[in-house]
């Protein structure tokens, strides 16, 4: 299927669905990344890498050097981790970038997105760009309140308007909690990230989250993103078109990290923080990193840079981390 018919199919699947052939925005971009047989996640496409026809690149497509960083922060966060099992969630299809370290675990478990994963009594969670892939709400501030966006599906073409009410209570909760901004202010909360980490974190199950991600906090989203954080990549180009191509393009916004260290700390998890993934790796991979560049190996330190240096992943992505 092209991207023309993928992006009509799932047009069609919102029309029928849709109230006065409107959809709440997070509904479309649900459709746009999990509608079954069409969303850009569930079908099974290279998606992440710098070959022909990928999209994006993450830290994971750095290879054995991402899975070595990883399991060295792993023993500084819950020290002897032969007993623990290491659970990534939300790999790309074909990523091998843990299997130098899985002799140091007492296995491995690889869960793609949209899964449900089971988690062993004692586990690192790891989970490299899973929350800026859920769906997210849209909302502005319209005449002195906050209104949730949806679009309209009914015309020619898709357009967004404030819908009359909130999607749903956890919707209507955030906006409450909102301070006010400038008018025709946009806001990007992706609240399914919220949930599908309690999710992860149920179970009582002990050891460490490493999750890896690009995000703010709510105040720096009202500080410095008036036209939001949402936006698409295809074929390694930034877009601000999101509602075209849909199930043909990766549809993200910043995940909110003052709204997800909470979900942490009522899970029973402790010496909770995020902070810059370069501070992270210094912080909890720092011999490892030393046994990187002491190799004297070009590629591998040009690797490292490109992992750690605040011009490239370092300062760009953030990491959350916790144990319990």
């Not at 959809?23 to 079954?36: D, G, H, N």
């Not at 967004?160 to 909360?189: I, K, M, Y």
Request: net charge negative; hydrophobic share 50%.
């Amino acid at each position: 299927m092209d991207a023309q018919a993928r992006h009509a199919a799932i047009v069609d699947v919102l029309r029928q669905e849709a109230r006065g052939g409107v959809v709440p925005f997070v509904r479309l971009v649900e459709a746009a990344l999990y509608a079954p047989g069409l969303g850009y996640y569930v079908c099974d496409r290279p998606r992440v890498g710098k070959a022909a026809g990928t999209d994006f690149t993450t830290a994971a497509a750095l290879g054995p050097m991402f899975g070595e960083l990883i399991a060295q922060a792993a023993v500084s966060l819950v020290g002897d981790v032969s007993g623990h099992t290491l659970v990534e969630v939300g790999a790309e299809p074909g990523q091998t970038h843990f299997a130098g370290v899985a002799a140091r675990f007492a296995g491995t478990q690889v869960f793609r997105v949209g899964s449900q994963p089971v988690f062993p009594a004692r586990a690192v969670l790891v989970a490299n760009e899973l929350l800026d892939a859920q769906p997210f709400h849209r909302l502005v501030r319209q005449a002195g309140a906050w209104r949730e966006l949806g679009v309209r599906v009914d015309g020619a073409e898709l357009t967004v308007e404030p819908l009359a009410d909130f999607s749903s209570p956890a919707a209507a909760a955030f906006a409450a909690s909102l301070p006010p901004a400038a008018e025709g202010w946009l806001l990007d909360a992706p609240l399914a990230a919220e949930s599908l980490l309690a999710d992860l974190l149920r179970g009582g199950w002990s050891g460490a989250v490493i999750l890896l991600d690009y995000g703010k906090t709510v105040a720096q989203c009202l500080e410095g993103s008036p036209a939001g954080t949402a936006r698409a990549y295809r074929s390694h180009q930034l877009s601000g078109a999101i509602l075209d191509n849909l199930g043909s393009q990766d549809l993200t916004c910043h995940v909110l990290w003052d709204r997800l260290e909470p979900v942490l700390v009522a899970q029973g998890f402790r010496s909770v923080r995020w902070e810059r993934q370069e501070a992270f790796f210094v912080k909890q991979a720092g011999a490892a990193m030393e046994r990187i560049m002491a190799t004297g190996d070009s590629e591998a330190t040009g690797r490292l840079r490109a992992l750690t240096h605040p011009a490239h992943f370092g300062a760009k992505f953030q990491v959350l981390s916790g144990i319990r």
